[in-house]
């Protein structure tokens, strides 16, 4: 039996993989760390809280007492470590918070854990690390995917912040003993997801007839995959993965970001045509007069440093840990559309 502290579980990874522990696990406890900044958002819990016991605590991971208490308070023995500042613009033009919260918070759980782990002598332990492909750096359109040996080479400061992250998360394992897996994971999507994201920011653009920005040329490609299966490899680590690994996580599913955002319009077009009665709460879709949502796409200037290619390797998840993906981008894009849909309250915000 686990008592599983969450960080950073009020947002889009994390409180999916409370939803997903809760129904794989129903007599584990869920503890959830969460300090509710613009992307985190304890509504997305309020159901496991009423039916499952899951405890929220709203805090900074950097709080030291704070976390300390939790760990005394719940018996803590497993942690899967989620929170973090994740955009990369926002990193771009404010660095500091990137530094604070995924190198100093960080390091903040670690000596936690391994003040109540290591140095109380108990064995059964697990700290489990989220971090990202973007560590790796960038890819040549014809290179070969990252793979765990792949020389990290951050190119931003979010990237960088997670890189020296799973550094510490390393040195923790190696110098003092603790028990310890990181996974690093291409880009998710999938319902929670905050509308900054290009995926929820393209379907509720479409939603409100706002324009679709594309930056450069919308050649850039990423490897993407539905947030559930990442759920399930995060629990295929902590069950069966070596202490100490890491293992990439990926749906070996390369899309350019212009052929995301074509696919995407053409599936909200189709869902509006198939249920017209959501045109009612979506009166300036393009659908709503007659239009295509492709119409609304637009150029704009690049980001600084923006990396050309991310694809990951999970052959070592498939040896060691039998893990696939369930879903392909086709079906996990046409779930998180109608998700969106039919969760106005993801709108609320941009509909006044």
């Not at 796409?297 to 893990?323: E, M, N």
């Amino acid at each position: 039996m686990k008592n599983i502290l969450i960080t950073g579980g009020a947002g889009f990874i994390g409180s999916n993989f409370c939803h997903y522990w809760a129904t794989q696990y129903p007599n584990e406890k869920l503890i959830v760390l969460d300090a509710l900044t613009y992307a985190g958002h304890r509504e997305h819990l309020t159901a496991l809280e009423e039916d499952k016991g899951l405890v929220f605590v709203q805090g900074d991971i950097g709080d030291q007492l704070l976390v300390e208490k939790i760990f005394s308070e719940y018996a803590v023995n497993c942690v899967v470590h989620f929170a973090a500042e994740s955009h990369v613009d926002r990193s771009i033009h404010g660095p500091d918070a990137f530094v604070q919260t995924n190198i100093m918070g960080t390091h903040t759980l670690l000596k936690v854990a391994k003040k109540f782990w290591l140095d109380a002598g108990v064995v059964d332990h697990h700290f489990h690390h989220v971090s990202t492909d973007e560590v790796y750096g960038s890819l040549e359109a014809d290179a070969p995917a990252f793979t765990e040996s792949t020389p990290f080479a951050p190119n931003s400061p979010y990237s960088a912040s997670k890189a020296a992250s799973d550094h510490l998360v390393r040195a923790y394992h190696h110098t003092y003993g603790l028990k310890v897996t990181t996974s690093n994971c291409s880009n998710n999507y999938g319902p929670y997801q905050d509308s900054e994201k290009l995926i929820p920011l393209i379907i509720q653009n479409i939603l409100l007839g706002k324009s679709l920005p594309i930056y450069g040329d919308g050649k850039n490609i990423r490897d993407w995959l539905y947030v559930e299966d990442h759920c399930r490899a995060i629990d295929l680590i902590i069950a069966r993965g070596k202490v100490g690994e890491v293992y990439n996580v990926g749906g070996e599913n390369e899309w350019r970001n212009i052929d995301i955002v074509n696919l995407i319009c053409m599936q909200v077009d189709a869902a509006l045509l198939a249920e017209p009665q959501l045109l009612v709460a979506y009166p300036n879709t393009p659908c709503a007069s007659g239009g295509q949502a492709k119409n609304l796409i637009t150029f704009v200037k690049d980001r600084p440093g923006h990396d050309r290619r991310y694809a990951i390797d999970p052959r070592k998840c498939h040896a060691q840990l039998g893990y696939y993906p369930q879903e392909s981008f086709e079906t996990g894009i046409v779930k998180t559309i109608q998700w969106m849909l039919h969760n106005q309250k993801q709108l609320q915000g941009a509909l006044g």
